[in-house]
Structure formats: C-alpha cells, structure tokens
C-alpha cells in the first residue's frame, strides 16, 4: 500500500466523490493535473468562481450567474412553459430549436417508491408562475420514465383547472431506429399518438 | 460463472454511480433479490427501458451472494396503462414496496408472484378500484402466513358468524366479540363476510365492498399489515400526499 500526503490523500478523497471515478481515474487525474501546475491553478479557480457566482434563477430554477437567467429574461415566447425534471434537461430542448418559450425546473420528478412527494418539487412555485395570469400553455417534458409520466399526470391535474392548455411531449420510435427493434410499450405510444400525413 | 433467466418483476431501482443502477426484483423462481445492472442509464442494448418500478421483465442474471449481476432485460410487460393513472401507478406502487417489505431475501413463493402480477395485470386492464387493494392485501396477508382470524373471536374463541358488535382487536391482529370488547372499533359481519370470500375466490374483481365495508376492511387489513414492518411505507404517505 503506497502513502501519499495529506493533501494528495484529500484531493484523492473529493476526486472520487463525482459520478464515475473510482480509485483508478481519481489517481489518474491527480497525476494528470500535478503534471501541469497551470491547469491546476486555473481548474482551482474555476471551481472557487461557479461556487461564488452560480446560483438558481428566482423565476425558473435553472442554474445561472445572472438573476433571473438569461432564458428567463431575454425576448422569447412568454406565454408557453415548458417543465423539465434537471437544468440539463434545457439544454436538450434548446439543442433542438424547437421551443422558444419560457422554462420550469423541477428539480426531481415524483416518486412513490422513494418518497418523492411535490412538496419536494418546485411545484408551488411552478403554480405562483401560472396564477399570474399570462400563460396560455404548459408543455411538460418529464422524462418519460414512471416517475416523470407519475409528474406529468400530478401536474396535469393541478393545471387543467385553469384553464391552461395541458401538452405532453410526444412519445415516439427513436429517429433512425428499424421498428423491428423498438420495444412494444414504446410502439403502442407511437401507434396511439399516430399522427395525420 | 452462469447466466440463468428469470421471470422478475422489478420491485424497486436506486441509481448507483454515473451510469448503474441497483434493482430489487421479485422473481418466480428465485424469489426476491438484488442485482447490479452496469452502465444501464446509458446501454439501451442490454436494458432498453425495462428496469423501471412494477415492470415484469425476462432477466440475464448471474446470480450471487448479496448482489447478484443483471446482464440484460427483455420486457414482458410495462404495464402502459398502469402509467397513464397517477393512482394505478401509486397503487402499483404500494403493492411491490409491501412485497418488498415483507419478503426476505431469497425465499421462493409462487403464489405470491402470481398474486403480484395478477394485480398488476388488473390494474393495467380495468379500472381503479378501491377494492382491489383490499382484495391484494388480503391474500398478500394470507400467502404470506399472516392472515388474520376473521372467523372466531380473538378472546374467547367463540364463533363471530354467529355474534354482534363485532370490534377491531386493539393490537390490530384479529377481531373480537360484543362481550369480549366494549371499545375499539366496531365492524360488520358483511365485512368480515366479504373478507372471507376474498381469501376464497381467487379472481380480482369479484369482491366488492360498499363504501362503509371498504373503510372497515382498510381498517383490519391496514392494522394487520402493520404488525409486520419495520418502517412506515413511503409509497403510502405518498398516496396520501397526491390523494389517490
Ligand atoms: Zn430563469
Ligand atoms: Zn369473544
């Protein structure tokens, strides 16, 4: 068993707490990074600028620098919403380019098996951001496991009263895919959502 | 080592790492267990969607001590309509942690895999109701060997078909006479009546209960189920919070 010092051994221990890094990529990266000091130095005070500047958007809760963020305050469709479990899950709609409205983060989905209930959501606040009068649509883009269809339905039933439109995205067989392979729930969505050419 | 297949139904999923998950299943032949499925956030080859709460899955399994190894999943059914209700998917729900709760590890019971799909199967063709929990809970009890004397008195042993003023025993486990007990709660003959018939008919659907019957038979069944676990059940503080 090698012994290394105090602050390697410390460095080793927080490398290891990310996703993905055992023992092995945690001493590999130490390494890497005590190879070229530069690279230390910079990545050290890039970690100490994220923890002072980034912060949740008061509006949305997605992550930003800036209060409210910039997809909360530059000129897009206000009148739309769209709900998302993660802040990650803004940037694969906005890859798309195919929606310019305003954003929700929930910050986790609903779970009955893990005690998830919406009081640990973002929901009350989801709710203020609609009472407010100038929402004409909700498009909800949880994840299409059982607890973000368990989310959807719970948000539904809580947005449908108000006269908002209610739209889920739309689930269908993965682009490029052969229909041979596609599993049959995911075919039975598509064929019940089938839509007019 | 040896992959064998099971038929399993995925009890519970806890991320672990970046990209692996943990799954609790219930399988016919082996009974419940735990298995790592590595890299199954990202390979949908090996696991497609299958490893997702209350699914009935055909599994790859290198089975193990404590942690066995999932090596691929192919669905048998995900139950889509369960997941278009917000109370069939809380009701699904409940019956896998109660099956999870009250099950140790590694001991085989057919009829309690039957039970569990049966239900699920229900839920997924008709519609919610109240009733089917009762009726599932009643013969999970009964399967299991924690069934409830519903049909003498857990006092003076006498018979209850033929008594009044029947009472809820306060422990929860049993039902008590009109000169046995002058408090506690009070239940029906119709009730327990029915409760009998749901431990002897095998089919959901065919028992019933009234709506003052349904309160009654939460109220036994929810006590004798309490008598075996160990910490409260998350799925049902859930039902409560979202009300269905
Ligand atoms: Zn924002
Ligand atoms: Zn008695």
């Known amino acids: 068993m090698i012994h290394f010092s105090r602050s390697l051994t410390r460095l080793l221990g927080?490398?290891?707490?990310?996703?993905?890094?055992?023992?092995?990529?945690?001493?590999?990266?130490?390494?890497?990074?005590?190879?070229?000091?530069?690279?230390?130095?910079?990545?050290?005070?890039?970690?100490?600028?994220?923890?002072?500047?980034?912060?949740?958007?008061?509006?949305?809760?997605?992550?930003?620098?800036?209060?409210?963020?910039?997809?909360?305050?530059?000129?897009?469709?206000?009148?739309?919403?769209?709900?998302?479990?993660?802040?990650?899950?803004?940037?694969?709609?906005?890859?798309?380019?195919?929606f310019n409205g305003r954003y929700h983060v929930l910050h986790g989905a609903l779970s009955p098996l893990n005690g998830?209930?919406?009081?640990?959501?973002?929901?009350?606040?989801l709710m203020q951001r609609l009472e407010k009068g100038s929402i004409r649509e909700v498009l909800l883009a949880t994840?299409?496991?059982?607890?973000?269809?368990?989310?959807?339905?719970?948000?539904?039933?809580?947005?449908?009263?108000?006269?908002?439109?209610v739209t889920r995205l739309a689930h269908g067989i993965p682009l490029g895919s052969d229909l041979e392979f596609v599993d049959a729930a995911t075919v039975q969505r598509a064929v019940e959502g089938r839509s007019e050419l | 080592m040896q992959s064998i297949e099971l038929d399993a139904v995925v009890l519970g999923v806890m991320d672990y790492g970046e990209a692996d998950k943990i799954v609790t299943l219930f399988a016919l032949e082996q009974g419940k267990l735990k298995g790592l499925a590595r890299n199954a956030k990202k390979s949908r080859k090996r696991f497609g969607g299958a490893l997702e709460p209350f699914a009935r899955l055909r599994l790859q399994v290198t089975l193990k001590d404590g942690l066995s190894t999932l090596n691929g999943a192919d669905v048998i059914n995900v139950f889509p309509h369960i997941r278009t209700e917000l109370g069939k998917i809380s009701h699904a729900a409940y019956a896998c942690e109660l099956v999870e709760q009250l099950v140790a590890e590694?001991?085989?019971?057919?009829?309690?895999?039957?039970?569990?799909?049966?239900y699920l199967e229900h839920l997924d063709r008709v519609p919610q109701d109240a009733s089917d929990r009762r009726f599932f809970e009643a013969n999970l009890l009964k399967v299991l060997g924690y069934q409830p004397e519903l049909a003498r008195c857990a006092c003076c042993d006498g018979e209850l078909a033929a008594m009044q003023q029947l009472r809820l025993a306060p422990s929860g486990t049993g039902i008590l006479c009109g000169s046995c007990a002058r408090t506690g709660r009070p239940v029906s003959s119709d009730t327990i009546s029915l409760l009998i018939r749901s431990l002897s008919t095998g089919r959901f659907g065919l028992v019933r209960f009234p709506p003052e019957g349904l309160a009654e038979a939460g109220a036994?069944?929810?006590?004798?189920?309490?008598?075996?676990?160990?910490?409260?059940?998350?799925s049902l503080a859930f039902m409560e919070q979202v009300s269905c």
């Open chain 2, 220 to 234: 036994i069944l929810d006590a004798a189920i309490a008598c075996h676990l160990t910490r409260p059940l998350k």
């Open chain 1, 143 to 165: 994840n299409f496991t059982v607890e973000g269809e368990a989310t959807a339905l719970y948000l539904t039933r809580l947005i449908k009263p108000l006269s908002i439109r």
């Open chain 1, 116 to 125: 998830i209930t919406p009081s640990d959501l973002k929901i009350a606040e």
């Open chain 2, 106 to 118: 590694g001991e085989t019971n057919t009829r309690l895999f039957r039970l569990l799909t049966a």
């Open chain 1, 14 to 98: 927080e490398l290891k707490k990310l996703p993905g890094v055992g023992d092995k990529t945690a001493l590999r990266l130490a390494f890497h990074l005590l190879k070229s000091p530069d690279n230390l130095s910079a990545l050290a005070e890039s970690l100490l600028e994220v923890k002072a500047g980034v912060r949740f958007c008061s509006i949305c809760f997605s992550i930003t620098e800036a209060d409210p963020c910039h997809l909360c305050s530059t000129e897009r469709d206000s009148t739309t919403i769209c709900v998302v479990e993660e802040p990650q899950d803004i940037l694969a709609m906005e890859r798309s380019r195919a």
